[in-house]
């Protein structure tokens, strides 16, 4: 509910985050614990990210923040980890374009959002079913899938390639909106 209500726009959002509100900004998730190759291919193509002129905001999970942290920090504040967002509404309203696993609460909330996303699902899970979820809305365009096994070689080209063109992530968002079920909390 507090996502789905929150009112922030995204300039505002930006700016109470500490970003330039006219740059695009990527948000990283990983889930709180974190999740080791997106924040590996994330580190790998900051320069290439930080060089097309977004800006990123990298939840790195509590189990890698000593390593990322570090990372983030050479980026003169256009990069800004942290090891968790406790305030997500104002992250998810600021975002640009989000990188995240393919969790159904996840899910659930970039559908609310009508978020354009590009979805790595996590392989260590229960009948692979985050491939599944992301695999609904890939069908549906409504978000570009990076298997994990391929993130470190794609992850970099697709994020930059959606940054760039902001019709495509106009569609995905607004394709994942009309999948979102409101209320599923409560339902």
């Given at each position: 509910?507090?996502?789905?209500?929150?009112?922030?726009?995204?300039?505002?959002?930006?700016?109470?985050?500490?970003?330039?509100?006219?740059?695009?900004?990527?948000?990283?998730?990983?889930?709180?614990?974190?999740?080791?190759?997106?924040?590996?291919?994330?580190?790998?193509?900051?320069?290439?990210?930080?060089?097309?002129?977004?800006?990123?905001?990298?939840?790195?999970?509590?189990?890698?923040?000593?390593?990322?942290?570090?990372?983030?920090?050479?980026?003169?504040?256009?990069?800004?980890?942290?090891?968790?967002?406790?305030?997500?509404?104002?992250?998810?309203?600021?975002?640009?374009?989000?990188?995240?696993?393919?969790?159904a609460a996840t899910?659930?909330?970039?559908?609310?959002?009508?978020?354009?996303?590009?979805?790595?699902?996590s392989p260590n899970?229960?009948?692979?079913?985050?491939?599944?979820?992301?695999?609904?809305?890939?069908?549906r365009d409504a978000?570009?899938?990076?298997?994990?096994?391929?993130?470190?070689?794609?992850?970099?080209?697709?994020?930059?390639?959606?940054?760039?063109?902001?019709?495509?992530?106009?569609?995905?968002?607004?394709?994942?909106?009309?999948?979102?079920?409101?209320?599923?909390?409560?339902?």
């Amino acid at each position: 509910r507090e996502i789905a209500e929150a009112s922030q726009t995204r300039v505002e959002a930006k700016k109470a985050l500490g970003f330039d509100s006219e740059e695009p900004l990527l948000l990283v998730v990983g889930g709180s614990l974190g999740a080791l190759t997106i924040n590996k291919s994330l580190e790998a193509a900051l320069p290439r990210i930080v060089g097309f002129g977004a800006n990123v905001l990298w939840q790195t999970g509590k189990s890698y923040a000593e390593r990322c942290l570090p990372v983030a920090e050479k980026y003169d504040g256009k990069v800004k980890a942290m090891p968790f967002i406790s305030d997500m509404a104002t992250a998810y309203s600021a975002a640009d374009l989000i990188v995240a696993r393919a969790g159904a609460a996840t899910i659930s909330e970039l559908q609310l959002l009508g978020a354009p996303a590009v979805l790595v699902p996590s392989p260590n899970v229960a009948e692979d079913h985050q491939r599944k979820n992301a695999q609904a809305l890939v069908e549906r365009d409504a978000a570009v899938m990076v298997l994990d096994a391929e993130a470190c070689a794609k992850l970099e080209a697709t994020v930059l390639s959606l940054l760039s063109d902001a019709e495509r992530c106009e569609t995905l968002g607004r394709n994942a909106a009309k999948m979102a079920l409101k209320e599923s909390d409560e339902r």
